[in-house]
């Protein structure tokens, strides 16, 4: 419930910010090509099992340090690329502050996103792989109107690690 009105405040507060504004809005970043992002995981075996299988990525890139302390994958195919980082002596967020935390309540990257073309499938296949859903967004909350263009429908999961994984529903291009 936590994760749902941080998620409603966010973007509450970027459709006040964008009608508030009277200057002119720099140009956005264009994306192009894939989705790539890093993590630094404990166990690298299973994390390459849970990427390569929920994306269906390849290895294209595998190297390790002479004395093995790090080891670094890089899985992808033609829409995402997931590098995945394995550090001998690196902590979790939880061993650090010698408890449990939820990634959201530390500064710093509080969880990764891509976007899919069905959401639905991508549900269906997440729960039957055993992902941890932490919420689903599915239908336009109330309190947002429909002229809002930046709501999408998403779902909200954890990784094999704890990670905070969102996946958004892509807009089909106009």
Do not use: C
Request: no cysteine.
């Amino acid at each position: 419930m936590r994760h749902k009105r941080i998620l409603l405040l966010a973007l509450a507060i970027g459709s006040r910010l964008q009608a508030q504004t009277g200057s002119p809005a720099p140009l956005p970043v264009q994306v192009s090509g894939p989705h790539f992002v890093a993590l630094s995981v404990a166990n690298l075996a299973e994390s390459v099992r849970w990427y390569r299988d929920l994306f269906a990525l390849g290895v294209l890139f595998e190297a390790a340090s002479p004395d093995s302390a790090t080891h670094v994958i890089l899985l992808g195919n033609a829409a995402v690329r997931v590098e995945l980082v394995y550090h001998r002596d690196a902590q979790s967020l939880a061993q650090l502050a010698g408890k449990p935390m939820a990634p959201d309540m530390v500064y710093g990257p509080a969880k990764i996103g891509f976007y899919v073309r069905d959401l639905d499938a991508t549900l269906t296949s997440l729960r039957a792989r055993g992902a941890k859903i932490e919420g689903t967004w599915l239908t336009r909350p109330g309190n947002i109107p429909p002229t809002d263009t930046l709501w999408q429908r998403n779902v909200l999961v954890r990784d094999n690690a704890g990670t905070y994984v969102q996946f958004f529903e892509s807009k089909p291009a106009r």
